[in-house]
């Protein structure tokens, strides 16, 4: 069986970054999303160095082992597209494949579009591109969903971090459940007083795809850093929109893929089903969407025999 190395890579962007990967040839750059780190892209680097590509998936900013600043400002989408590109420039290519599942999506989209010249496919799982609105973000999803809509609660101070932390491997179980194809359909929406666990049920049992293992696995990882770099990602979301006014409705030229699951909470969010229907519009070279009948949001790990082989056939095409 293939081999998944680990190993650290100094990024151009000047942070220090570690990554696993495995297998020789193009390079492919997985960036995975929130609450993950390198270890939800386990079947996609032994699959994709099997298939001839040189697969890497790095802890990004904040994340796991590579960790990152303390300061919130230090999160925003120019950092960490910067730290894409420092990574490919480090390893030694002029070009790469980049694939983003969940927070991972948008900086894949962002690299494609803020810097065609380095990417060869994008491919993106959960999260469609969607062009810069014409007002900051936050306010727009308080005033449609409430102060307790996940990502407004994650504005708090120190207030995630501390529910998180307190159990990790409740906080990992009941995530990896609830917004899976596997628990029934929720709204990410905090109750008044509660927290953002309140919304995901402890699973009876496991279901197919994940084990105690990968729930230990993940708790590892995030031993020496916790959830405070990852939830800054979330606080940079106003930040992000006041950066990227020079690319507003810019287009993602390079070939493209989109791949979610037909039970996804994303899908099933404001706006998404029409994001994604017009997707074409922003990103003229879109090949194809591939749906995934009773997939949830967790694609790649819940459904990695349909994504690898989406996966392989799209990089092979380019």
Known sequence: MTEITHRFVESTSGLRMHVAEAGEGPLVLLLHGFPECWYSWRHQLTALAEAGF????PDQ??????????EVDKYSLLHLVGDAVGLIEALGVRQASVVGHDWGAPVAWATAQLRPDLVQGVACLSVPHRPRGSKPPVATMRKLLGDGFYMVYFQQPDVPEAEFERDPAATFRRMLYAASGD?????PIVPEGGGFLDVCPEPEEYPDWLTAEDVAAFVREYEGTGFSGPINWYRNLDRNWELTAAWHRAPVTPPALYIAGDRDMVVAGPGARKAIDRMSDFVPDLRETVWLPGCGHWTQQERPTEVNEALIGFLRSL
């Open 54 to 57: 040189h697969a890497v998936a």
């Open 61 to 70: 900013r904040g994340y796991a082992r590579t960790g990152g600043p303390e």
């Open 183 to 187: 628990a029934p359909p929720n709204v």
